[in-house]
C-alpha cells in the first residue's frame, strides 16, 4: 500500500497518518506533512472579552504517535517534490512514484 502525502496532509489526516504507519506496513510517498504525528485540536470558539473578536483555541493534545515522539511532520520513506512545471502538464509525480514503487 502506498499512501501520499504532502504539505497539505495535517489535521485529522494526521491521525489517519499515525494509523496506518503503526498498523500497515505502508510506503509513504510524497512532501513531508504539513502537520505533525502529536498535535493540538478540536478547537472551540472563545470570545474575546475585551475585543469582542472570536477566537479559536485547541482544547485536546492528541499523543497518538506516542507521548515521546517529538516529531514535526512525518518524512515520507520516498520523497518526491511537487513543482508548478508537472502541475501544469498534467503530470502527478507523486502518483507516478507510488506506482513504480508498488510495481
Known amino acids: 500500500m502506498a499512501v501520499l502525502t504532502s504539505r497539505l496532509t495535517f489535521s485529522a489526516a494526521m491521525q489517519l497518518i499515525v494509523e496506518l504507519e503503526q498498523g500497515t506496513r505502508a510506503v509513504f510517498v510524497g512532501e513531508p506533512t504539513g502537520g505533525s504525528p502529536n498535535q493540538y485540536g478540536d478547537a472551540t470558539?472563545?470570545?474575546?472579552?475585551?475585543?469582542?473578536?472570536?477566537?479559536?483555541?485547541?482544547?485536546?493534545?492528541?499523543?497518538?504517535a506516542g507521548e515521546f515522539d517529538d516529531r514535526v511532520t512525518r518524512i515520507p520513506d520516498?520523497?518526491?517534490r511537487q513543482n508548478s512545471t508537472a502541475f501544469f502538464a498534467g503530470n502527478d509525480p507523486v502518483l507516478d512514484a507510488a506506482v513504480a514503487a508498488l510495481s
Open 78 to 80: 520516498i520523497p518526491v
Open 45 to 64: 470558539k472563545v470570545e474575546l472579552p475585551n475585543s469582542g473578536l472570536n477566537a479559536f483555541v485547541a482544547t485536546v493534545a492528541w499523543r497518538t
